[in-house]
């Protein structure tokens, strides 16, 4: 049965594809002026400032009322900075530093940066408890794994971003930190005993006004057993509009992702979102093209008249996403914010530990700085700058830099590197060390044969026993390598 142009618009009127290239395809033009929703923007996209507000001036030419996502959480996650790295440090540092004003003021600087962007949603910020240190997704992208902490930070990055005119979007619905499995590649399980802490930032954002939230693509057995959060009705009808009371946009993760795809394709897995409660459609991340976003709108449209999508949901869907761009389209200017806050928050950041009696810090002469590098998941940018040694370098001439990957870090490797620092301080840089075995091993590889050395840990601080001294940034943004460089030259 061929599909009703009215009902296609419909469809169309809750999605958000990706498209490549640094400006609107033609399919991205025409689409818009037939009634798309949104649009998601990814690092791929934007090439800098001048650029990105050409590129959504053009999609607002098409469709004035478009809503312009990203992926922008500061930190390990970004797309406006993912080329020069984050000047912002991520969730777990402003965590750590626990003055809500300071993350407050950290969003409002964020949000002024998007808005002069163009873009009009921000996934962000992450609301999840980072409660397993094993977590393979999450980690420094959660506020920490305390879930009053988390909740009240949650609530003024809400306040500053939407103080900004950017709508914030609060994720993983119903929270990714308890878990230890990525969602892109399968279906993490959320523990039932945790349920409870790990939905407080969620009420906390709720609370703020948050205007949207993103659904984890999760399972949650003591609520559906079978169905992940995404395409649950009890997990998004149930919970959070009936029992927790959110009334804004809920727009889904990735569609793409095997967690919901996997069994349904990625058109029905679309459907079956939105007909368990979900507003929009996010996809892209790697699916960023004409036939995908066909698929889908005809997927969404099919479902209707098969009678899987009652035509009212997919009708109460479309108005939720209309009022949040009429929101977006209406709220002020952005608030200026405190120049230069994100180094601020990365200095404030900072923990040193001191193991040794000598005096290690500051670094006597040029040292030679080991970087250990893990692979990234597919949240991060794998171009995006990260370490030590290179603001080091600035700071104190004569730094020497190696940078090691996995099938890198073999014992002669090491081995030749302890020989060439023989002479001179050495630093070891590692992220996530207690994730990656092959950096433990490496590491104390080093310290066996240089008890001396300074490590400084760019991921979650799991030990603070290694090295001389240690230094725990608590971030690998730019701006966190910075703090790190100015401790270990005496300029912190």
Request: proline share 7%; with cysteine; hydrophobic share 45%.
């Given at each position: 049965m061929?599909?009703?142009?009215d ?10 594809p ?11 033009r025409?689409?818009?002026?037939e ?12 090439a800098g400032?001048?650029?990105?507000a ?6 607002r030419?098409?469709?004035p009322?478009?809503l312009?996502?990203t ?11 993912a080329?020069?790295?984050s000047?912002r440090?991520g ?13 407050e ?9 998007l808005?002069r962007a163009?873009v009009?949603?921000d ?7 980072n ?11 959660a506020?920490?794994?305390?879930p ?8 003024a ?9 950017v ?13 230890s ?6 279906v ?16 906390a954002?709720?609370?703020?006004g ?5 659904t ?22 149930g ?17 793409e992702?095997?967690?919901?795809s996997g069994?349904?394709?990625?058109g ?10 979900a ?7 790697e699916?960023?093209?004409?036939a995908?976003?066909a ?5 969404i ?7 899987l ?5 997919l009708?109460?869907a479309?108005?939720r996403v209309?009022e949040l761009a ?15 806050i994100?180094l ?13 009696t000598?005096?290690v810090?500051p670094l006597a002469?040029p040292?030679h700085v ?19 040694g290179e603001?080091?370098a600035?700071l104190v001439?004569?730094?020497?830099v190696?940078?090691?990957t996995?099938?890198?870090a ?18 070891v ?9 092959w950096?433990a091993?490496?590491?104390?590889h ?9 490590v400084v ?11 001389a001294v ?12 910075r703090?790190?460089a ?7």
């Amino acid at each position: 049965m061929p599909l009703s142009g009215d009902l296609l618009r419909l469809a169309d009127a809750v999605l958000f594809p990706g498209f490549a290239g640094h400006g609107p395809p033609d399919w991205i033009r025409r689409r818009l002026g037939e009634g798309l929703a949104g649009v998601v923007l990814f690092s791929r996209n934007i090439a800098g400032p001048e650029q990105i507000a050409r590129l959504t001036a053009a999609l607002r030419a098409e469709n004035p009322a478009v809503l312009v996502g990203t992926d922008e959480e500061s930190g390990e996650v970004t797309r406006l900075e993912a080329a020069t790295g984050s000047s912002r440090p991520g969730a777990y540092a402003l965590g750590v530093v626990d003055d809500v004003r300071l993350t407050e003021a950290v969003a409002v600087d964020l949000g002024g940066d998007l808005a002069r962007a163009g873009v009009t949603i921000d996934f962000a910020p992450s609301a999840d408890v980072n409660s397993n240190p094993d977590n393979p997704v999450i980690g420094l992208r959660a506020f920490g794994a305390d879930p009053d902490l988390v909740a009240r930070h949650t609530r003024a990055f809400v306040r500053g971003l939407q103080s900004a005119g950017v709508a914030a979007c609060a994720k993983h619905f119903p929270g990714h930190g308890d878990t230890s499995v990525d969602s892109h590649h399968g279906v993490p399980v959320v523990a039932e005993q945790g349920i409870e802490e790990a939905l407080r930032p969620f009420r906390a954002a709720i609370a703020a006004g948050v205007k949207a939230v993103m659904t984890g693509h999760l399972l949650v057995p003591s609520y559906d057993a079978e169905r992940p959060a995404t395409l649950s009705p009890k997990v998004l009808a149930g919970l959070l509009r009936e029992e927790l009371g959110f009334d804004g946009m809920i727009i889904t993760d990735g569609i793409e992702m095997a967690a919901v795809s996997g069994a349904y394709g990625i058109g029905g897995a679309s459907a079956r979102a939105i007909a368990a409660g979900a507003d929009a459609i996010c996809v892209g991340g790697e699916r960023a093209d004409e036939a995908t976003a066909a698929g889908i709108r005809d997927a969404i449209a099919a479902a209707v008249v098969e009678g899987l999508l009652p035509e009212e949901r997919l009708a109460d869907a479309a108005r939720r996403v209309r009022e949040l761009a009429a929101w977006t389209t209406s709220s002020g200017s952005p608030t200026p914010a405190e120049p230069g806050i994100g180094l601020v928050a990365a200095r404030r950041a900072i923990r040193i530990t001191r193991r040794s009696t000598a005096q290690v810090l500051p670094l006597a002469d040029p040292a030679h700085v080991v970087e250990l590098a893990p692979e990234m998941n597919l949240a991060i940018d794998k171009k995006t700058p990260w370490g030590v040694g290179e603001p080091l370098a600035r700071l104190v001439p004569g730094t020497a830099v190696t940078r090691l990957t996995s099938g890198e870090a073999t014992g002669p490797a090491l081995e030749r590197l302890i020989a060439t620092a023989a002479d001179r301080p050495l630093v070891v840089v590692v992220r996530d060390a207690h994730r990656h075995p092959w950096q433990a091993d490496a590491l104390r590889h080093l310290l066996s044969a240089r008890p001396d050395a300074v490590v400084v840990e760019m991921g979650l601080p799991a030990r603070a026993d290694l090295g001389a001294v240690h230094i725990a940034t608590h971030g690998s943004a730019p701006v966190c390598g910075r703090a790190a460089a100015e401790a270990l030259s005496g300029r912190l």
